[in-house]
């Protein structure tokens, strides 16, 4: 038997991306390996317990968390009191420190990341699915696996219909739309185009910009004369469109 665990939270300002793609992982894990337990380590308020409880897998709450160091403590708490052996951290706030805290207290360490904040990631597994994921140089261990783009995407049961038919996106794909929250347009925005730009193909993308935004010049330099791209301002306009 293993005990894997999931570190991450969900609340109404970041959205459930990250305990989406956690809960399809774990279905994944639980299909594989029936008699493993996973728990959802999370400091999310409880109105999420009823998704990750109904879902077959055990939701215990480390309370409220403000700051990185109540964080390591809790997780490494958590770690000791239900024995986990495999933890995959799904959280944006992650430091070399706690990563290191962390890694001797189980038997292997995997990380979702998005942005390649770090300068070093002292992890067993690290895992980018995102379209601009290759962009990024990360400095993990030797022995250590990364698995970069959108074919490592964890994607729940509702998409296994799917799976199996073709796609020719390069020829019908004409028009992109993009639209990131404020919180989540840090960097991410600037590696999405950088992906985009590689891609001779022609299409038009429409970029929307949130007002407080404070990358636009950086953008701006990236784009270029590149007339597939057209910026657009965030507004009640524009969202009725």
């Not at 793609?21 to 279905?27: G, K, N, Q, V």
Request: with cysteine.
């Amino acid at each position: 038997m293993v005990n894997i665990a999931f570190r991450l939270n969900a609340n109404p300002i970041s959205g459930t991306r990250h305990l989406n793609r956690s809960l399809a992982i774990a279905s994944a894990f639980l299909e594989t390996n029936p008699e493993a337990t996973i728990f959802f380590l999370t400091s999310s308020s409880d109105e999420y317990q009823e998704v990750i409880n109904s879902s077959g897998f055990s939701f215990v709450s480390l309370g409220p968390i403000v700051s990185a160091y109540e964080d390591q403590e809790a997780t490494v708490s958590a770690i000791e009191e239900y024995k986990i052996d495999i933890l995959i951290t799904d959280i944006p706030s992650l430091s070399e420190g706690y990563l290191k805290a962390i890694k001797p207290k189980v038997k292997v360490l995997a990380v979702m990341d998005d942005k390649c904040g770090l300068s070093t990631y002292p992890v067993d597994v690290l895992i980018n699915p995102n379209l601009y994921a290759h962009n990024f140089e990360y400095n993990i261990p030797n022995t250590s696996q990364l698995l970069l783009g959108t074919e490592f995407f964890p994607l729940g049961k509702m998409f296994d219909d799917f799976v199996d038919q073709k796609y020719e996106a390069s020829d019908s794909v004409k028009k992109i739309f993009i639209y990131l929250q404020p919180q989540d347009n840090r960097s991410r925005l600037l590696n999405i185009i950088s992906g985009l730009i590689q891609i001779k193909d022609r299409f038009t993308t429409s970029i929307i910009l949130d007002r407080n935004f404070s990358k636009g010049q950086e953008l701006a330099a990236l784009i270029g004369l590149d007339e597939r791209f057209v910026i657009m301002t965030d507004s009640p306009e524009v969202k009725k469109k």
